[in-house]
């Protein structure tokens, strides 16, 4: 019933070997056979005319221990210089029909040119122990050498029926050298794996080295795998490496777990390939499980931008990073957001908020296993009523002692001069810090707890009301910034630092701390009892204030006199501060 | 350049892709019609005469092993020769893409399309003999034993209609299908379900889960549902217009309406609307028609129902009839034109945001009615009773009520065969009148039908409802009223009292022109109480007039009008519109209890400022009692 045409390779001319493999049966197939120097490309299409493909029981290994395309190279000095780039010498185009896999180069073969995998249609299902279904190369190819990109297209955007990829491992190489970069585009389709350990990977494999860039875009489709902008992490003789970057790109369809990086199993991160470069990430739609930024060894930097989509957590840095580590949210809905997780990051971990709906809660540092030496800052910019929160969303800088990660878990608002101002609805825990800049106007009422010092400079404002009364170790405030308490408490705690950060101008004058800090009805003045001791003046660029002031304090207000010429101006000053003070007091009175 | 190498050369042979048929004797695993490909015929798929050794088998028997599924595409793209690429849809509608026929034999179950297979065109099911039978987990956990998707397809997309055909009279023996049917699975079908069912057996493990001609797991159809069953044993599956939904979770949506039309047949449990879950969407409207068959509940909605649910019951015997069942946006309509009812419920179960009508037009409900039985109505409820037999009481309010419960006697009473109580709550707890924040009323004749003759009910009012006898209805009444907060009687209307029927109310309206007979009964208005007179359409306003209250109340064989202790601050004079009198009056004790109601003319807007001190003064002084205006 099914017929099968395979057309054996022949060198006649310069020109590709077409092989046609139409309704594939229970066969090994071959585009090339081994041994073979081919001077040209070799081109398969695989084909169907039965309406039942279910049966998925053929394979297809491309080119085995031969040379493709010997045509399109040359060497120079012992070295090997392609003709033509754009030379594709491996396609494969499956339009139909049944395959257990497809491997694009195993042996020992010499590809001078690119590896092109167009899968528009048809079953690739692995009903063998899972090796993978489509590979650039294939897991035994350890010399293998391909002298171009690997490009693998899946779906197709002209019509349905959409292809089928069914319990099987994508993997954009194997093992050998690829020495330009690996290019995988899902258009559409169904992919899913026969374990949640198996899944997409643009990367290598089995220590396959990739001497370019993994660039994985998806479009459409229904992924019920993972899916991996870096390497899959079968150890052979070593996991498999990308000397450049990684690149992930998300318009659209139906994901599971998406990692920026390699494919790590959770909580093994070094168990994994590495990339030398960045791994970078850009997610502007689609509906996915959990964002792991990252994963498995980054030499570089984890960058990840976020416009639109539906996801599970998003985890801004995932694995061992070089660099540093950047989430930027501009749009999407989210269950839960953190900073650093399962790895260590090098460099600072940043995580910048602009818009965007969370469902659950933003955390810096999440569990014992998040290291690091870097600092971890969330921050916020942009309109209040740009980022939704669940009523019981929080804010946490960690989520228990534990998390070790950053020395130091910060909280902003306002980022690169650009100010966050608005509401801002979810609950504050435990930060090294919190800080309003860029002339910030955040208005608080949920609770605020466990966060050592607050800082608000460059004129912004922070109100408190509601449930956000607050104790801090220290606070810093500008001159031209203000604190409104409204019906909320602060407090400086035992030992803590009340800091004065001075204006640019700088003269002889009163500080009228009242005019910094207010308090409404039932809102409670936190200086009594603070001496000079606790109290700091500071310049505008954070350095210690080096001349002379002095502070006087009821329970009234609280005026610092600074930059007093002389002893005896000084004196003046004071005495006219105090009167100052009396009289509003009376007046209060 | 390519060149295509001719040597070794085994060529495909030529297969033209015209209409498959697959016909199945014995099914194996993995039965597939068409799968990873685009297919440009049709494809057929005939069970006849499978696993024969298996008819005869107990299906209820652990011992007994079902076939395997048979699935018509997976990941496929059937009779694409009908694909409009241009428009997406299809270039002629009403042709079946995938036909599955079943005459004999046994199987597991069908499953038409799955993964991301598009047919372009109707799926048709037709089981006019054998066996499907599923158990629970050997398919899916539901153990779905005919549908055109199943619940991971939502990838799927039917551009056509869903036709299921059950029962034959052709082939002897009728269809025996243990599982669960849906006319549509996950996906999309851009057309409508029509499910016709002449006759068989159905049964699911549960109970509840049993023959949808909706969608299931968040499946969309962008048209509407059609049920008609004829005959067949429903005894062991409930049978739905629309859609289910395993959790809280699923989204099924049906964009159009549902229309169950129902002419025989044996039924456990029937919904015009969808399962239970308040995600389970019908955009427009949930309707249902009862000819004939047994049944032991029957339910207008289900689910959510973005329009209105109208159900008509013409005849069969219903167990329970309930107007409706979970949300619904619009309106519910019941409508009991004959037929045997036990118990009758306009709201249950759900809310409801707009107007609720039970309406008795022939028929016999054997037991009660009850306007709120379970949930919560937001709009009126209302119980219109004209013809036919209600065997129990008429309650209003068991379950919640946020506006007013109306129950309405309307045409002749020689129709309406009713011996009840009208009750406005069920008992009387504090559980019960908690449930409601309206008015009750009783009412008798509407401003389109008037009600004439004797009222065989009682009623207890619970101190939350009027009587209202409307414009030209004639209501005698002669057994007990308690609890009745008002009575109003409209124009030209009459309302005798006799024998057990004396009245104590808070609040009396009558109208100028009516008549109250109180023979050998007494009506009393309480301490405090309001009377309200209403001039009659034929009532001159330009002319001076009176009202003499002994022209109203007839008193005979003893009875009596009592108003204790009414004064002239208790007494309102209304226009017909409702609307006070603007002009004067003042009241004249006849003595004996009745009094009279001088009604001065409107004076014209210029003479009335001129007038007003004098006529005030003058009428005070002449009568010395009650002058108000």
């Known amino acids: 019933m099914f017929s099968a045409a395979l057309f054996a390779a022949a060198a006649l001319n310069a020109a590709d070997t077409v092989v046609e493999i139409v309704d594939p049966a229970n066969t090994a197939y071959k585009g090339v056979e081994a041994g073979s120097s081919l001077e040209d490309g070799v081109i398969v299409n695989i084909s169907t005319t039965q309406p039942n493909n279910s049966n998925a029981t053929a394979s297809l290994t491309v080119v085995n221990s031969s040379d493709i395309a010997t045509s399109n190279m040359k060497e120079e000095n012992g070295e090997v210089v392609i003709l033509d780039k754009n030379k594709d010498a491996v396609t494969v185009s499956m339009n139909g029909g049944a395959l257990t896999s497809i491997k694009g180069v195993a042996g020992a073969s010499n590809v001078y040119g690119n590896v092109v995998m167009n899968i528009n249609g048809g079953l690739l299902q692995d009903s063998s122990s899972g090796v993978g279904a489509i590979i650039g190369s294939s897991n035994l190819a350890t010399s293998s050498k391909i002298y171009g990109d690997i490009n693998i297209n899946i779906g197709n955007t002209v019509g349905d029926p959409q292809p089928a990829i069914n319990k099987s491992t994508v993997l954009g190489m194997g093992m050998g050298t690829l020495y330009g970069s690996t290019n995988v585009v899902i258009n559409g389709g169904d992919i899913s794996s026969s374990s949640s350990m198996k899944g997409l990977c643009a990367g290598a494999n089995w220590g396959g080295v990739i001497e370019g860039d993994s660039n994985l875009t998806i479009k459409d489709g229904a992924i019920s795998c993972f899916v991996a902008g870096g390497n899959f992490n079968t150890k052979s003789t070593g996991y498999a490496v990308i000397k450049g970057s990684a690149n992930v790109v998300i318009e659209g369809g139906s994901l599971n777990n998406v990692y920026s990086g390699n494919y790590a199993l959770t909580g093994a991160t070094t168990a994994a390939g590495t990339i030398e470069g960045d791994a970078n990430l850009t997610i502007s739609g689609g509906t996915m499980g959990d964002v792991r930024c990252g994963g498995g060894t980054i030499g570089g930097n984890v960058v990840t931008n976020i416009s639109g989509g539906e996801m599970l957590s998003v985890y801004a840095s995932y694995g061992t990073v070089g660099g540093t580590s950047s989430l930027h949210i501009t749009g999407g809905t989210f269950s839960a957001i953190y900073g650093a997780y399962q790895g260590a990051s090098t460099g600072d971990v940043n995580v910048i908020i602009e818009k965007g709906s969370i469902k659950g809660n933003i955390t810096g540092a999440r569990s014992a296993s998040a290291k690091g030496d870097g600092n971890i800052n969330v921050v916020f910019a942009g309109s209040g009523s740009d980022i939704v929160f669940a009523n019981t969303s929080k804010v946490q800088g960690r989520d228990t002692a534990a998390a070790k990660a950053g020395s130091k878990v910060s909280l902003l608002f306002g980022n690169n001069g650009k100010a966050f101002n608005g509401t801002f609805n979810a609950e504050i825990a435990d930060f090294d810090s919190m800080s309003l800049a860029e002339g910030s106007d955040v208005a608080i009422a949920k609770a605020i707890s466990g966060v050592k010092t607050l800082s608000i400079i460059d004129g912004s404002t922070l109100t408190l009301s509601g449930d956000a009364s607050a104790a801090f170790d220290d606070i810093a405030i500008s001159e031209d910034s203000k604190l409104i308490m409204d019906g909320t408490t602060l407090a400086l705690n035992e030992g803590g630092t009340l800091s004065l950060v001075l204006g640019s101008e700088v003269g002889e004058r009163f500080i009228n701390l009242c005019n910094i800090i207010s308090f409404s009805a039932g809102g409670d003045a936190f200086w009594s009892g603070i001496s000079k001791d606790n109290i700091m003046l500071l310049n505008s660029d954070g350095s210690l204030f080096g001349g002379d002031w002095d502070f006087s304090s009821d329970e009234n207000g609280f005026v610092i006199g600074v930059n007093v010429p002389e002893p005896a101006a000084m004196a003046l000053l004071f005495g006219a501060a105090a009167l100052a003070m009396a009289y509003s007091g009376k007046r209060r009175a | ?629």
């Open chain 2, 1 to 629: 350049m390519k060149k295509v190498l001719l040597l070794p050369v085994v060529c495909a042979s030529a297969f033209a892709q015209t209409d498959y048929v697959l016909d199945i004797a014995e099914p194996t695993k993995n039965v597939v019609g068409v799968s990873y490909t685009a297919w440009a015929g049709k494809l057929v798929v005939n069970v006849d005469g499978a696993n024969p050794e298996d008819i005869g088998a107990d299906p209820a028997s652990s011992s007994f092993t079902v076939p395997d599924v048979i699935y018509g595409a997976k990941s496929g793209s059937v009779f694409t020769s009908n694909r409009d690429n241009a428009s997406g849809g299809v270039l002629q509608p009403g042709i079946a893409a995938m036909t599955f026929n079943m005459n004999s034999g046994v199987i597991k179950s069908f499953i038409g399309a799955v993964e991301s297979s598009k047919i372009y065109g109707d799926v048709e099911m037709n089981v006019r003999g054998g066996l499907i039978y599923t158990k629970p987990g050997e398919y899916d956990i539901l153990a779905t034993a005919l549908s055109p998707t199943d619940s991971a397809s939502s990838g799927v997309a039917i551009y056509g209609d869903s036709k299921l055909n059950f029962g034959s009279s052709s082939v002897s023996g009728q269809p025996r299908i243990y599982g669960s049917v849906f006319a549509m699975g996950a996906g999309t079908l851009h057309g409508d379900t029509h499910v016709n069912i002449s006759g068989g057996t159905y049964g699911s493990y549960n109970i509840s889960i049993g023959v949808f001609a909706g969608s299931a797991w968040g499946g969309v159809i962008n048209g509407s549902t059609n049920l008609h069953i004829t005959g067949g044993d429903f005894s062991e599956a409930y049978v739905y217009g629309g859609s289910f939904g395993e959790d809280s979770t699923q989204m099924s949506l049906i964009k159009g309406s549902t229309n169950v039309t129902i002419d025989g047949g044996k039924f456990s449990t029937v919904y015009s609307g969808n399962y239970k879950f308040a995600n389970l969407a019908i955009s427009g409207d949930a309707n249902m028609t009862v000819n004939s068959g047994d049944f032991e509940n029957a339910y207008g909605g289900g689910g959510t129902v973005g329009g209105d649910v109208r159900t008509e019951i013409n005849g069969g015997t219903i167990g329970s009839a309930f107007g409706n069942y979970g949300n619904v946006f619009g309106d519910s309509v019941l409508v009991l034109n004959g037929g045997i009812v036990g118990k009758a419920y306009a709201v249950s179960y759900g809310n409801i945001q707009g107007t609720s009508t039970l309406r008795v037009n022939g028929g016999t409900v054997t037991g009660d009615i009850t306007a709120s039985h379970q949930g919560a109505a937001y709009g009126d409820v209302n119980i219109v009773v004209e013809k036919g037999k209600v065997g129990g009481d008429i309650i209003g309010i068991r379950g919640n009520a946020y506006k007013d419960v109306n129950i309405v006697f309307v045409g002749d009473s020689r129709d309406i065969d009713f011996k009840g109580a009208v009750k406005t709550y069920y008992a009387n707890e504090e559980f019960y009148t908690k449930k409601f924040e309206g008015k009750a009323r009783l009412l008798f004749g509407t401003d389109e039908k008037a009600f004439t003759g004797a009222f065989g009910g009682s009623v207890d009012g619970y101190g939350n409802m009027d009587i209202v006898v409307g414009g030209g209805s004639d209501v005698a009444f002669s057994r007990t009223l308690e609890g009745i907060s008002g009575l109003v009687v409209g124009e030209n209307a009459e309302a005798s009292f006799s024998g057990e029927a004396s009245v104590s109310i808070d609040s009396l309206t009558l109208a100028s022109n009516s008549r109250v007979i109180l023979d050998g009964t007494s009506l009393t208005l309480g301490e405090g109480g309001v009377l309200s007179i209403m001039l009659g359409s034929d009532y001159d306003i330009t002319q001076d007039g009176y009202i003499d209250m002994s022209d109203i109340f007839t008193l005979e064989n003893g009875g009596s009008a009592v108003f204790s202790g009414l004064s002239a601050a208790d007494i309102v004079l209304l226009n017909m519109d409702g609307g006070e009198y603007e002009g004067l009056w003042d009241v004249v004790d006849l003595g004996g209890g009745m009094f009279g109601i001088n009604v001065h003319a409107v004076p014209e807007p210029a003479a009335f400022a001129a007038l007003f001190g004098l006529a005030a003064m003058a009428v005070c002084a002449r009568r010395g009692r009650f002058c108000r205006k």
